[in-house]
């Protein structure tokens, strides 16, 4: 999940350049790739010359329009903002005026509206540097999936060294992140995942992992400090009783029932005992992508990138993650040449 971003400014009589868009919800078939103006940056915009842009699952929920309650955002009947796309990746061509930490010719990655674009229009203060050592295929994967899973563990689940830490969902975006900050952090590592990704799981430093197929970790009489559902199908109940005294659940994706359940009862649960439930929502700062860049390029975290595809494969990119076994990220590419380091 990841907050509101603010839609790009256009001016008559620009140049046109292609991007993809939406007039209506459905399937990922409405998605088409046009040519529209090139967005004009603001006082406190930052122009984008994009490299590469990642997919999340917020792409395919505004395609849907679902659920229902997103439509009171984006628009009931129809989208408002026809651009797609939020993580970005891609070379400043112009800053506005007030803009002061960016000149044109920085490589930069963060977020913004209407990634999956030629160009974008990003807020200053929703951007950082991109490291020399990183591509701009992996940068674009960081912004939304890594804040996410920084975010749940540090902030919601105050995680500290030495504890025992579950991510339920280890291969998808956000969780392939999550084992890895967690490691990072200090903190020993239970990947849960399918029986596909075990291997994969344990390369990225988780010390135990479950096959979710063969075992259901919330019942195996293990009890974790914190446990982040990255992909949650469990009740609330059911991690509730996987937490070690003072344990914390922090649920930042899956399905729809655990969402009600922590966003509705995890106030209640909380003040009811020493166990914390509680859900995230990215909140994108130069401060966090800044530590994120540091961490890509000390090689203490590394994207997993599953596919790339060309801007013309919007519609397949989205498709794709929509089906729900992507490993790791999927990222749009929009210059093979230049999208790396």
Not at 59 to 73: A, E, H, I, N, S
Not at 274 to 301: P, T
Not at 326 to 339: E, F, P, S, T
Request: charged letters at 25%; a positive charge; one cysteine or more.
């Amino acid at each position: 999940m990841v907050g509101h971003v603010r839609a790009p400014r256009f001016e008559p009589g620009c140049r046109r350049v292609k991007a993809a868009v939406y007039g209506r919800y459905g399937p990922p078939d409405v998605i088409e790739i046009r040519d529209v103006e090139k967005p004009v940056p603001g006082d406190d915009d930052v122009l984008v010359a994009v490299r590469a842009a990642s997919v999340n699952t917020l792409d395919w929920r505004m395609t849907r329009g679902t659920p229902r309650f997103l439509r009171l955002m984006i628009g009931w009947r129809r989208p408002k903002d026809t651009r797609l796309g939020r993580d970005v990746a891609g070379r400043v061509e112009s800053v506005g005026r007030n803009v002061t930490r960016f000149k044109p010719g920085d490589d930069v990655f963060g977020v913004c509206a209407g990634a999956f674009a030629e160009y974008a229009c990003a807020r200053e203060g929703k951007l950082a540097i991109k490291p020399a050592g990183v591509s701009f295929e992996a940068a674009a994967a960081l912004p939304v999936a890594a804040s996410t899973a920084l975010q749940g563990l540090r902030d919601r689940g105050r995680i500290r060294e030495g504890d025992s830490v579950a991510v339920e969902g280890a291969s998808g975006g956000v969780g392939t992140f999550a084992v890895q900050l967690a490691r990072a952090l200090g903190a020993e590592v239970t990947a849960v995942c399918s029986p596909g990704n075990v291997e994969a799981a344990a390369s990225m430093g988780a010390a135990r992992v479950v096959d979710y197929t063969q075992e259901d970790f919330t019942r195996g009489g293990r009890r974790y400090d914190l446990i982040l559902g990255a992909n949650a199908h469990h009740s609330i109940f059911d991690y509730r009783r996987a937490l070690s005294e003072n344990g914390r659940f922090v649920l930042c994706g899956g399905g729809g029932i655990p969402m009600t359940q922590a966003v509705i009862l995890g106030p209640l649960l909380s003040r009811m005992g020493s166990r914390k439930v509680s859900a995230v929502m990215a909140k994108i700062d130069e401060k966090d992508l800044a530590f994120l860049a540091q961490l890509a390029a000390e090689g203490k975290v590394v994207p997993v990138i599953e596919r790339t595809y060309p801007l013309s494969g919007v519609p397949d990119a989205v498709r794709h993650l929509e089906q729900g076994h992507a490993r790791g990220k999927v990222v749009i590419v929009l210059d093979g040449d230049a999208a790396h380091a």
